[in-house]
């Protein structure tokens, strides 16, 4: 199936995105770990940024420290575009965050359906067209009905599609006929958000990825997107094959903190996580670093 191509007039998140993790130094964010990893990122040829999403532990981020992180995030990302994460459940709030996040240079806002509430899918309409009409940026809906506890619908997705700053989703949802129709209905980018899915919805038509795993072998991960783009189904099934165990160990305890062993091997970072996240099992983590040596050999 053909990639799915925006118009000329609507903005295009088609590539390669990171789910940044947010670096801490004993209970604060280190800002300066933090900038570097962007700019090795960028230096990999990531297509963007998304920080404040689950992977940047946003839960447990104050407004301050969300805005601390952007800023940061912003400043590093050396032009490269940056997406906002937000969450939560009171709409008040949420529509005036994402008024204030507009006020930076965003390229966009990610913005998951409200948590623990579990509203009607009317409810979710009045969710997502309330934040993005309060928004300046546009916006891209996350389905990830395992977090928040409500599954967007088809009909919902191909309803908010007709908003102007409403472009696509990052796509959690755990059903690919749902997938596969807002691919063919094509006003909506689908970038999958489920790293094991990198592969299968980018051969359906979706435009790339928003991942956690590409805070680590980042080059193999953007190789794999360009290839996926380019059609070249056997290259890049090839990368993809080497790539998937690493992405099965990733999530094999909670995310960020499998993600976070990597970088603190690699001295990008410390291996620190705010409670309730927990540092990943030592068994797990001699296994990370066992696989990624072996992705690291010529």
């Not at 909670?254 to 996580?273: F, I, Q, S, T, Y």
């Amino acid at each position: 199936m053909p990639q799915q191509q925006p118009s000329p007039d609507t903005p295009d998140f088609s590539g390669f995105w990171v789910a940044l993790v947010t670096p801490f130094r004993d209970g604060a964010v280190d800002h300066t770990a933090l900038a570097s990893l962007v700019r090795r990122l960028a230096d990999d040829g990531v297509t963007g940024f998304v920080p404040c999403g689950s992977t940047g532990e946003a839960a447990a981020l104050d407004e301050t420290e969300q805005l601390a992180v952007l800023d940061t995030v912003l400043g590093a990302a050396g032009g490269l575009p940056v997406v906002m994460g937000i969450s939560g459940y009171h709409l008040g709030k949420a529509t005036a965050w994402a008024r204030r996040l507009s006020e930076r240079p965003l390229a966009g806002l990610l913005v998951a359906a409200p948590h623990y509430v579990r509203p009607s899918q009317a409810g979710l309409l009045e969710w997502f067209h309330a934040i993005a009409d309060a928004s300046s940026v546009p916006v891209l809906v996350y389905d990830i009905p395992y977090r928040t506890g409500v599954s967007i619908a088809r009909e919902t997705l191909l309803a908010l599609a007709e908003h102007p700053r409403i472009r696509g989703i990052k796509d959690c949802g755990g059903d690919m006929a749902k997938t596969r129709a807002v691919i063919a209905d094509g006003r909506l980018q689908v970038l999958t958000g489920e790293d094991h899915q990198i592969f299968g919805t980018m051969a359906e038509g979706g435009v790339g990825a928003i991942a956690a795993s590409g805070n680590v072998q980042t080059r193999r991960f953007v190789q794999l997107v360009k290839l996926l783009a380019a059609n070249r189904l056997a290259e890049a099934r090839a990368e993809w094959q080497a790539l998937q165990p690493l992405v099965e160990l990733l999530f094999a305890e909670p995310n960020p903190g499998p993600v976070k062993v990597l970088l603190a091997h690699a001295g990008e970072m410390r291996d620190e996580l705010r409670s309730p996240m927990t540092r990943a099992s030592d068994n797990l983590r001699e296994r990370l670093v066992a696989l990624d040596a072996r992705l690291n050999r010529p």
